[in-house]
């Protein structure tokens, strides 16, 4: 997005119509364009600049206002406490400083800013990736680094590990992978304070059930010149299924993360050189053909795979499609994916492609089977 103005925009949704982006905002500030929008499903995206966590156990409340980096808010988001537990303990720390997407109907609520109340963890296009250590975390503590040259120093050691339990949401996802979390030992050999650097889940549970696991590890603690001193020590939590978690229709329930504000579109033309030796294209005319008027398809946006997100894989997929006369997706296939792809990645573009709905393509002027390529990209918002 190009321009101060611009950097928040609104997406307006239309059912299972294809997610289309506003022109870039010129004229009018974002709240201006938010508020053009009151009580209508949008998608609003901008730079998180504020963070407000009602206290509690569980916690409750949490807002936060989106706008340009460093400057003032163009509109409030809500979590309600009703929903809190919908998403994990430290979720304000995930978005913290972070480029978010939101899907709700924003409202006028007195004469601040537009409100946007989020129900749905589905609600969310972001990645779950923790902010920088803070300035200022564990100091005047030594960092375990720095005992290891030295002659009169004594590293902590491992006296008592917890490991972290599985969620059954996260297992039925099939989500693996380590949480990260850098800790001070004190000087009694407990963990004083900790601080997750790398997330696994921050939906499901996952990276709550490392936390959690991780306050009541113990150790013999650190000495240096015979003297007990707090110590800075990289935590490592992981999560592996053993044996692999029960595969149902060939696929893992989806994690609840869905892709970031992308428009998935049929191209106007099979643009590929594809080899058909399989026969994938018999007797189906190609869009972009002379004759072939290609379908249309009300399409659905896919989901951002957990390993592509965990690997950082982006790029866009082209699928090709045949589209039979009466509608009804006939074959899917990967025409072209890019370096770095994850089998996750095309998996899900076939599987989103395979639900859409067409209207059906016609060969001289009569409805018929049509080869056609989708458009699928998978690029991470931050």
């Not at 905002?25 to 709240?31: F, W």
């Given at each position: 997005?190009?321009?101060?103005?611009?950097?928040?925009?609104?997406?307006?949704?239309?059912?299972?119509?294809?997610?289309?982006?506003?022109?870039?905002?010129?004229?009018?500030?974002?709240?201006?364009?938010?508020?053009?929008?009151?009580?209508?499903?949008v998608v609003v995206c901008g730079h998180v600049v504020a963070v407000r966590q009602t206290p509690g156990n569980p916690p409750g409340e949490l807002a936060f206002d989106l706008g340009e980096p460093g400057g003032t808010a163009d509109v409030t988001v809500v979590i309600v406490r009703a929903h809190r537990a919908l998403f994990s303990s430290v979720f304000h720390r995930y978005i913290d400083r972070r480029q978010v997407c939101v899907e709700g109907e924003p409202q006028r609520k007195g004469g601040?800013?537009?409100?946007?109340?989020?129900?749905?963890?589905?609600?969310?296009?972001?990645?779950?990736?923790?902010?920088?250590?803070?300035?200022?975390?564990?100091?005047?503590?030594?960092?375990?680094?720095?005992?290891?040259?030295?002659?009169?120093?004594?590293?902590?050691?491992?006296?008592?590990?917890?490991?972290?339990?599985?969620?059954?949401?996260?297992?039925?996802?099939?989500?693996?992978?380590?949480?990260?979390?850098?800790?001070?030992?004190?000087?009694?050999?407990?963990?004083?304070?900790?601080?997750?650097?790398?997330?696994?889940?921050?939906?499901?549970?996952?990276?709550?059930?490392?936390?959690?696991?991780?306050?009541?590890?113990?150790?013999?603690?650190?000495t240096l010149r015979g003297q007990a001193v707090p110590t800075r020590v990289s935590l490592q939590l992981q999560f592996r299924l053993t044996p692999p978690p029960v595969v149902i229709e060939d696929r893992h329930a989806p994690y609840p993360v869905p892709l970031q504000i992308a428009a998935p579109k049929l191209m106007p033309e099979v643009t590929t050189t594809t080899n058909d030796a399989d026969g994938f294209g018999l007797d189906a005319g190609r869009v972009g053909h002379p004759g072939v008027t290609p379908p249309s398809a009300r399409v659905v946006p896919p989901r951002y795979p957990l390993d592509a997100l965990q690997q950082n894989a982006q790029g866009t997929i082209i699928v090709d499609v045949i589209v039979s006369g009466d509608g009804k997706v006939a074959r899917t296939r990967i025409a072209q994916s890019f370096p770095g792809s994850v089998p996750g990645t095309e998996a899900e573009a076939e599987r989103c492609v395979r639900a859409w709905t067409f209207t059906p393509g016609q060969v001289n002027g009569r409805p018929a089977a049509v080869w056609g390529q989708a458009l699928i990209d998978f690029h991470i918002r931050r």
């Open positions: 997005m190009a321009g101060a103005r611009s950097l928040l925009a609104v997406l307006c949704l239309a059912s299972a119509f294809p997610v289309r982006a506003a022109d870039p905002l010129h004229d009018a500030g974002p709240s201006s364009e938010v508020g053009r929008h009151l009580n209508s499903t601040g800013l537009p409100v946007l109340n989020v129900n749905a963890v589905t609600g969310f296009r972001f990645v779950g990736v923790l902010p920088p250590v803070p300035e200022g975390f564990g100091r005047g503590v030594v960092n375990v680094t720095d005992l290891t040259d030295a002659a009169d120093g004594v590293k902590p050691h491992l006296v008592r590990q917890i490991n972290p339990r599985y969620t059954s949401a996260a297992m039925a996802a099939g989500i693996q992978g380590d949480v990260e979390i850098d800790a001070v030992v004190d000087t009694d050999g407990r963990i004083s304070s900790l601080l997750p650097t790398k997330s696994v889940d921050p939906f499901l549970g996952l990276d709550d059930e490392a936390i959690a696991a991780a306050r009541n590890w113990t150790f013999s603690p650190a």
